[in-house]
């Protein structure tokens, strides 16, 4: 069964960076959508970003567009998510997810499209 595992998440000061990883075990990302989502407590899950490991086309959310980049090294069977410039409003759980290309479509922002997920890591920016 596909397993994704993150890491690099910890406490932060505002406008500091960050560098979340999600690596895929039992199986390559060949194919598939990786999406990164967070969750605030009380909120609801959000879509952060996504890219294909097949064409390498990203997908940002207005939120971080143009602090936050994605990138994927098939090599390693591992996604990055590069954030700079944090913000204290960028704290939360964030999660990463996949699945086959076909199956998320153009849905890549929804956490419905993704049947596979890691386990989440603590990302707090504080002010």
């Known amino acids: 069964e596909a397993q994704l595992v993150e890491s690099g998440g910890g406490l932060v000061q505002a406008g500091g960076s960050l560098r979340l990883s999600c690596t895929a075990s039992e199986f390559t990302f060949d194919g598939y959508v990786i999406g990164w989502f967070r969750q605030a407590p009380g909120k609801e899950r959000e879509g952060v970003s996504s890219i294909s490991a097949s064409d390498g086309s990203t997908h940002f959310a207005d939120s971080v567009k143009g602090r936050f980049t994605i990138s994927v090294d098939n090599a390693k069977n591992t996604v990055y998510l590069q954030m700079n410039n944090l913000k204290p409003e960028d704290t939360a759980v964030y999660y990463c997810?996949?699945?086959?290309?076909?199956?998320?479509?153009?849905?890549?922002?929804?956490?419905?499209?993704?049947?596979?997920w890691g386990q989440g890591t603590q990302v707090t920016v504080s002010s």
């Open positions: 997810a996949t699945d086959w290309v076909r199956r998320v479509g153009v849905q890549f922002m929804y956490p419905y499209s993704y049947s596979y």
